[in-house]
């Protein structure tokens, strides 16, 4: 192995390894996967496509190779993976942006020992003027993004409320699962969105012991 190359898809190979080192942990994890990938009351080409989106949040080379892979067998177009990582990356700059709130909090010196509430969410706007340029581009790419179009709502809100629970953006999530019910999703739907999430964060982690693997063992 090359120590310059950090990356390489064989070295993916090596997650079976972790079966021998902890055959019990990761047989359960291999068992959850599976089950949150299954066909539900979603579909198994959507969990994938919020499988992919969701990879791009984590960062997880070796999970958008699987999942786009997953993806083409269910027969998703180019242009549906791209809808969904586009979804991906409003997602990912929005949680980045409403975090905006609780800066404008710090600096304002705002005494109130609640880190997150709703109403703080209305400050958003503020930064209509405080960079209102690059604030309006951004609220055009993030409707763009939120539009029908192959997608539908409904499946495009569903993606957005699983890269949220990623993200981990408490605002976000506020917003779209409103965004969902909106679009009819059901309570079961959208646990099923989450529990994908849940998934693939844990995945990556356990995707990138393979790169553990290699440096323990140099």
Avoid: W
């Avoid at 898809?9 to 902890?22: P, Q």
């Avoid at 198994?44 to 949040?57: C, D, M, R, S, Y």
């Avoid at 989450?194 to 393979?210: D, E, P, R, W």
């Amino acid at each position: 192995m090359s120590n310059e190359s950090l990356y390489k898809k064989s070295y993916f190979a090596r997650l079976r390894e972790f079966n021998g080192l902890v055959p019990k942990a990761f047989q359960a994890f291999v068992h959850f996967d599976k089950q949150a990938l299954n066909e539900g009351k979603l579909t198994t080409k959507l969990k994938e496509l919020i499988a992919v989106a969701v990879a791009h949040v984590t960062g997880c080379p070796y999970c958008i190779e699987v999942h786009v892979k997953q993806s083409k067998i269910q027969e998703s177009s180019k242009e549906e993976i791209g809808e969904a990582i586009m979804i991906a990356t409003a997602l990912k700059a929005g949680s980045a942006l409403a975090h905006g709130v609780n800066a404008l909090n710090a600096f304002d010196q705002v005494e109130d020992e609640e880190l997150y509430k709703r109403s703080y969410f209305n400050r958003l706007k503020e930064f209509s003027q405080l960079n209102g340029d690059t604030f309006q581009a951004f609220i055009e790419f993030d409707k763009q993004s939120m539009k029908q179009g192959l997608l539908g709502v409904k499946e495009k809100e569903l993606i957005a409320l699983a890269v949220a629970h990623t993200t981990g953006c408490p605002y976000c999530i506020n917003v779209h699962i409103k965004g969902a019910k909106r679009a009819k999703a059901s309570k079961e739907e959208v646990a099923e969105a989450i529990i994908v999430a849940a998934a693939l964060k844990a995945g990556s982690a356990l995707a990138h012991g393979v790169n553990a693997l290699n440096a323990f063992d140099e």
